[in-house]
């Protein structure tokens, strides 16, 4: 799966390392900070299929890495693979990342753990390269606009049974490319069609949106529980069960 991501990303010039991209000089202009394109992070689980593939689709990666080299489908994959789970800070949007894949993913493993949870899932960005804009600052329209061609196909080779958008860009970028709906859950959640596949759709609100973020993940100060995070992961295990029998 890492070898297809590498092929597609080169053969467009969203390679890190071989950046061509026809729409550079318009999405860097202007732009001190600017960095080229970031890989998806591909965990080895999500890749083997060890669990039910679930895909998260957020923004711009708000940071990008000045080194090229780092921003390579390998690079990213061992970073993340080893990072310290419990020391990001848990108000911030990675730690939120991972703590959402972790309830949905230890309903197929109850045995799973939140730090472990990075192993099984992947992440990919909506707009492949970055303004590094202070404060991590949404990247301009013009990036989304330019990578949305890019996504079809990466979904393609990512082949993702779940697919959580995070923020309006991602969610827009998912509505351009799905050929239908075959069933709404609810204002949030719904069982789409995309390269011919049933996939099940989470929109969240991106997590820097804190207020929308809290009040959808519902956190129970009592329980302990992001109760609204149970409810649609009991949504998805009901879905990919159905799909397996």
């Known amino acids: 799966m890492l070898k297809k991501l590498e092929d597609y990303y080169k053969q467009n010039g969203i390679f890190a390392t071989e950046f061509f991209c026809k729409h550079k000089s318009e999405c860097s202009d202007g732009c001190e900070n600017f ?22 689709l957020s923004l711009d990666s708000g940071n990008g890495d000045k080194i090229d080299k780092n921003r390579l489908p390998y690079s990213e994959r061992k970073r993340e693979e080893v990072r310290d789970v419990l020391a990001l800070p848990k108000h911030k949007h990675w730690f939120r990342t991972h703590e959402l894949a972790w309830y949905i993913l230890k309903e197929f493993n109850e045995l799973l753990k939140i730090g472990e949870a990075k192993g099984y899932f992947a992440h990919a960005n909506s707009a492949k390269c970055c303004m590094n804009k202070s404060q991590k600052k949404k990247a301009d329209k013009i990036l989304f606009k330019n990578c949305q061609k890019y996504l079809k196909k990466e979904l393609e080779i990512l082949e993702p049974k779940i697919i959580v958008t995070q923020g309006n860009e991602a969610k827009n970028a998912i509505l351009e490319i799905i050929e239908s709906r075959i069933k709404n859950i609810n204002g949030f959640a719904s069982i789409v069609n995309i390269n011919n596949r049933e996939t099940f759709w989470l929109h969240t609100y991106h997590p820097n949106n804190w207020g929308a973020f809290n009040k959808q993940r519902h956190f129970n100060k009592e329980t302990k529980v992001a109760e609204g995070w149970e409810f649609y992961a009991d949504l998805i295990y009901t879905f990919i069960s159905q799909k397996n029998v």
């Not at 960095?35 to 998260?56: C, D, M, Q, W």
């Open 35 to 56: 960095t080229g394109p970031k890989s998806a992070f591909v965990s080895s689980g999500y890749e083997n299929g060890a669990l039910p593939r679930l895909l998260f």
